[in-house]
């Protein structure tokens, strides 16, 4: 197989990504399986790009975690809690809000989030502990970008969440942001310990809405390495980090996403 430098991620697990688990905005001419790896137990294809035994039985996919089955919706997300559906709502509203706005593969629903942020201040680790619940204490750079697969069922409905985990390396930058389109939710991170991650989350806001509608796509700013920090620091920090939350939410709103944009602040 050959190698695409720069492209690779630091997983530890086999190449394993096929064109069937590519229904991703890929860059022009860029070869899935050569650039990222997922956490997916099944090699589907070999070295000659054939398909392996497992492809076969890809259909035959474990059952969903019980913790990500979803039987009930909490109150404010069910249907009648949706203006929209109600009487008198305006008919040509009601059918935006009704269009489908998740791409689908096969049976499955998709929806994609990306987490950027700083080099450093905990991406992957926030990921692997949601997806695997583990955390690794060695630090080793994402080249890239690396992403995971989290299959969950809702209502019913198989669902999958695809989180796209981003390198926070400035030389990676052009890579990473490929992939930045297309995201349902941005998850920003910043560590509650360095206080210029926090001011640097304004400009990967910026960059990751110059691919996103910021009108329809969810904002989360997460600060971590909480067991790093004394409660006073703490304290100041989530003053800060409050402050940065309301501007992104005002940023949001406005009709372009450049106003968070700050050209001249260095990132790390
Ligand atoms: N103590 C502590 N360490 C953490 C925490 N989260 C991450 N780390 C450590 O911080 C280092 C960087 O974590 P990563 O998750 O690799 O950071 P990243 O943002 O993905 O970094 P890039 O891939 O360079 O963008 C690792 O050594 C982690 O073990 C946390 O909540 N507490």
């Not at 949706?82 to 509203?93: E, G, Q, S």
């Not at 630090?139 to 985990?165: C, H, N």
Request: charged share 20%; glycine share 6%; with cysteine.
């Amino acid at each position: 197989m050959s190698h695409v430098p720069g492209l690779e991620s630091r997983s530890e697990a086999p190449p394993l990504l096929g064109p069937l688990l590519s229904p991703f905005p890929l860059p022009a001419g860029s070869c899935p399986r050569q650039m990222l790896r997922s956490h997916h137990r099944f090699p589907i294809t070999n070295s000659a790009g054939a398909p392996t035994e497992a492809a076969g039985k890809m259909n035959i996919l474990a059952p969903v975690r019980r913790d990500r089955v979803l039987a009930e919706l909490p109150q404010c997300l069910r249907k009648e809690a949706a203006l929209h559906v109600h009487k008198d709502f305006h008919p040509r509203v009601t059918c935006a809000c009704q269009e489908h706005r998740t791409g689908t593969v096969g049976r499955f629903k998709i929806s994609k989030v990306i987490v950027v942020g700083d080099l450093s201040v905990g991406k992957t680790c926030l990921i692997n502990r949601f997806c695997k619940d583990t955390f690794d204490k060695n630090y080793k750079a994402t080249i890239g970008v690396d992403f995971e697969m989290e299959r969950f069922e809702v209502l019913g409905v198989p669902f999958s969440l695809q989180l796209w985990d981003t390198a926070g390396q400035e030389r990676f930058k052009c890579i990473a942001s490929t992939y930045y389109r297309g995201a349902q939710a941005i998850i920003i991170v910043f560590n509650l310990n360095d206080v210029a991650s926090l001011e640097h989350t304004k400009q990967w806001l910026a960059d990751a809405l110059k691919e996103n509608d910021p009108s329809s796509v969810l904002l989360f700013l997460v600060g971590s390495k909480k067991d790093l920090s004394t409660p006073a620091q703490y304290v100041l920090m989530e003053k800060d980090a409050l402050k940065v939350a309301q501007e992104i939410k005002t940023v949001q709103n406005l009709p372009s996403p450049g106003a968070l944009c700050h050209p001249d602040s260095p990132r790390a």
